[in-house]
């Protein structure tokens, strides 16, 4: 059985179409962990408002998406997003 397996490109695309079905406008790369490649999604206009957790998906190299909710896998994107993307 072949299944394909997903480039960062690729996920990249359906990050953006989840971003943008659920009323959000922005996606930035939050890194890789195990099988599962992290994205945050946001609204440009709301980026220097803190509120709450950010929002972050995580897709696996098959292209299923799943909604990040556990704080500690939470923390875990976050400090990632930070590192790659020279937030600090």
Known sequence: MNTKILSLSDK??????YALLNGYDTI???GMY???HYFHYY???EQHLKLGLPHY???DNNGDIR????IIEINLAMEQ???LNNLA
Do not use: G, M
């Open 28 to 30: 930035r790369n939050a």
């Open 67 to 70: 909604k990040v909710v556990d």
């Open 57 to 59: 998906i995580a897709i």
């Open 12 to 17: 990249t695309k359906l990050a953006k179409e």
């Open 81 to 83: 997003e930070v590192r």
């Open 43 to 45: 609204n440009k206009d």
């Open 34 to 36: 195990e099988h599962y």
